[in-house]
């Protein structure tokens, strides 16, 4: 349902784009999310971006380095990373939540709030 690209090997502190596609049509979905998994961790949560609202939401790790956006040209959701580091490293894989999110927490950051997602594309930073 979700197809993530753009995913490659750039040395540290450069910048890398990443891209989610909807396989059969268009975003019609409450939130649009990324995630990564680095190779022996658990997949954690990166981004989001609410779609009705284009609202965004980062984790600390990457606030202020990385920037979700929807573009509507592409019809994609892209995840702008700057100044990567080693520690990014990781497969990135998009996810989308079809339904609204009533919860104490402010944001779906679980990977459980998330029921589709896309195949995975990997990001490889070199030091």
């Known amino acids: 349902q979700l197809q993530a690209s753009g995913g490659g090997l750039v040395q540290a502190g450069e910048s890398l784009t990443l891209s989610c596609a909807p396989s059969g049509g268009t975003f019609g979905l409450y939130y649009l999310g990324w995630f990564r998994q680095a190779q022996g961790k658990e997949r954690e949560f990166v981004a989001l971006?609410?779609?009705?609202?284009?609202?965004?939401y980062y984790s600390d790790a990457v606030k202020g380095r990385f920037f979700i956006s929807r573009n509507g040209a592409k019809n994609t959701v892209d995840l702008q990373m700057n100044s990567l580091k080693p520690e990014d490293t990781a497969v990135y894989y998009c996810?989308?939540?079809?339904?609204?999110?009533?919860?104490?927490?402010?944001?779906?950051?679980?990977?459980?709030?998330?029921?589709?997602w896309g195949q995975g594309t990997l990001v490889t930073v070199s030091s």
């Open positions: 971006v609410r779609l009705s609202t284009s609202t965004t």
């Open positions: 996810a989308a939540r079809e339904s609204r999110y009533i919860s104490s927490r402010n944001y779906p950051t679980d990977v459980s709030d998330f029921g589709s």
